[in-house]
């Protein structure tokens, strides 16, 4: 799960660390007067006459495509509230079709000394959580990996012992803080590493992290991902959810907790296990296709749901073919053909499907697809399986 910038400085703030003062305003009616209102608001609270108004969207080169507009009066900030507003948004991270703008964030002018890069991650190879420090603020942390390594300074944290003040001064020094600067920073990597851990965050990132010319560290700007398996611990996080930026299949999927994730190619999966379901993806792309999602039902799936399942699938339209691969193990193959049936009934399915079952109740659930009448495909073995969905959907083309 992702959250907007402004939601990432509102957790931020909640566990001590400084970010930028800001307004929310929504789309709808009077953008341009509820944005100077905002401005005006936080003149008065804050004593600037700098503002910056950002589009939120959940992807990043917000600036470079134009969704951040630094404003030195509050016409300038109507303006830019009014043109950002309802705006889409092409960048790296939003592929071709863009993101529109539903949303804006006006917040006071920051005056930058330095720039840098704070993230933090989990690193599963040594399960520890590393902190990661770069003079190379405002860059994509990929690119500074990629032409100055150097530049990058890590700490790896035991969550058994916890985040410690040598930690951040370790960091600090490679920043190249003064004696003052680094008591702040120790502090400043202190609280972002409690609310990592506290959130159950699988990244935090802060690009930049600014030393202000009064010589205070701030969180000028924020991303979050979280675990979505420790998101029952935080019903305060899961309110922050925006549907308007996720897939609309993956939000369907979501509701009958479904694992999907949408593709651009087109063969459709339903597969149970997620080791499965990516063996399965490759070795569609190994003889010559393209899956269409990554869909994962679960161990355990119902009839209903793998019927939800086929529906999510059939609302991509680029979908020429389907593979079902199913190793029924808790999950019986008969309940899974059940579900295979009543949803292509249902749905009317006009695209070829191709059933692969192995496991648990394997020659039943073969039964029941052979007597359904239905013009099922069935396949014997991943490579067969692979082979038959590629040429369905080659001729589906």
């Known amino acids: 799960m992702n959250i907007h910038e402004y939601q990432a400085k509102q957790l931020l703030k909640k566990f001590g660390v400084k970010v930028p ?9 009077n953008v341009a007067e509820r944005a100077s209102s905002a401005a005006q608001d936080l003149a008065k609270a804050q004593g600037n006459s700098v503002w910056v108004v950002k589009a939120q969207i959940h992807a990043g080169g917000r600036g470079k495509a134009g969704g951040v507009k630094v404003c ?42 330095r720039e840098f890069y704070l993230g933090v991650v989990i690193d599963r190879a040594i399960s520890q959580i590393v902190m990661m420090a770069s003079t190379e603020g405002g860059m994509e942390i990929e690119e500074v990996a990629a032409k100055h390594p150097e530049k990058i300074f890590k700490v790896a944290v035991d969550p058994t012992l916890g985040y410690q003040s040598f930690h951040g001064r370790k960091l600090a020094v490679g920043l190249g803080l003064t004696p003052e600067q680094t008591k702040e920073a120790v502090k400043f990597f202190g609280n972002v590493y409690r609310c990592f851990l506290d959130s159950d965050c699988s990244l935090v990132e802060i690009n930049p992290m600014i030393l202000t010319k009064q010589g205070s560290l701030v969180a000028l700007d924020a991303k979050f991902n979280f675990d979505d398996n420790g998101l029952f611990r935080h019903p305060e996080i899961v309110e922050m959810r925006d549907l308007l930026e996720e897939n609309a299949q993956d939000v369907e999927a979501s509701k009958y907790d479904l694992a999907y994730i949408a593709l651009d190619g087109n063969i459709g999966c339903l597969v149970n296990g997620a080791g499965l379901a990516m063996s399965t993806m490759d070795i569609i792309k190994l003889h010559g296709g393209e899956p269409a999602n990554f869909l994962d039902v679960g161990g355990s799936a119902s009839k209903e749901k793998v019927a939800h399942a086929f529906k999510i699938i059939l609302k991509d339209p680029a979908v020429k073919a389907i593979l079902v691969n199913i190793f029924g193990g808790i999950m019986k193959c008969d309940v899974i053909a059940e579900g295979v049936i009543a949803a292509a009934r249902e749905l009317q399915l006009q695209v070829p499907l191709v059933v692969r079952l192995e496991g648990t109740n394997v020659e039943k659930g073969k039964e029941i697809l052979a007597s359904s009448g239905l013009k099922i495909i069935p396949a014997d073995g991943l490579t067969d399986a692979a082979k038959k969905v590629v040429a369905a959907a080659k001729a589906g083309k």
């Open 72 to 113: 030195k009066d509050v016409p300038s900030v109507k303006a830019a509230a009014q043109e950002i507003m309802g705006k889409t948004l092409v960048t790296p991270q939003t592929g071709a079709q863009g993101k529109k703008v539903h949303k804006v964030w006006i917040e006071e002018g920051s005056d930058i000394a």
């Open 21 to 29: 003062e800001g307004r929310l305003i929504e789309e709808g009616a």
